[in-house]
């Protein structure tokens, strides 16, 4: 299990194949809901594809993926943080999701801004994005407690997606 930083009351590492159930839980319908992940992960082999083929392959092919958020107090797997590099966008991503009986108790800022600082000292990137829906205010007000900066508006996929960057190196953000 490599331990990638800690936190007051976190832990986050590497997701391995013994997590596939906590993977399940936090992937609710609920949880999903603004992601455009909804119906990707409804049953254990989903989730163990999820782990295997997504970020065991990513964590070879980059060297990071998407990390498991571990409650120090009870060792549970309660969500992801971290980067992923998208395609989609050819750039780094941020992102988190927690199952959501974790919601609102700072969990995703505290994880996340711990990922930056990793990021600045370990990790060879500048820009990083994080995208949200709209609609989904608690994730709004996440991404602009990480200080990630306002960059542009966009529809895809019937939802209205808020696109944000930071630079973890101090050069000037992109213009879209």
Not at 10 to 36: H, W
Not at 99 to 114: I, M, P, R, S, V
Not at 149 to 154: A, M, Q
Request: with cysteine; aromatic share 12%.
């Amino acid at each position: 299990m490599t331990i990638i930083i800690e936190t007051e009351r976190l832990i986050i590492r590497e997701f391995n194949l013994g997590d596939t159930k906590a993977v399940l839980e936090f992937n609710s319908e609920e949880v999903n809901r603004y992601t455009g992940d909804a119906g990707m992960c409804n049953n254990i082999e989903d989730a163990k594809n999820i782990i295997q083929d997504t970020w065991l392959a990513e964590y070879q092919k980059y060297g990071f993926a998407r990390w498991a958020v571990v409650l120090k107090a009870t060792k549970q797997v309660i969500g992801f943080c971290g980067f992923k590099y998208d395609l989609r966008i050819n750039a780094v991503d941020i992102g988190y999701r927690l199952h959501q009986d974790f919601w609102g108790k700072g969990y995703a800022t505290e994880a996340n801004l711990a990922c930056i600082e990793y990021a600045k000292k370990h990790m060879d990137l500048d820009i990083i994005y994080g995208e949200v829906v709209n609609l989904n205010l608690g994730s709004v007000n996440i991404i602009e407690k990480l200080g990630m900066s306002f960059i542009r508006e966009y529809q895809e996929d019937n939802f209205t997606l808020l696109r944000y960057a930071l630079s973890l190196k101090g050069n000037p953000l992109p213009t879209e």
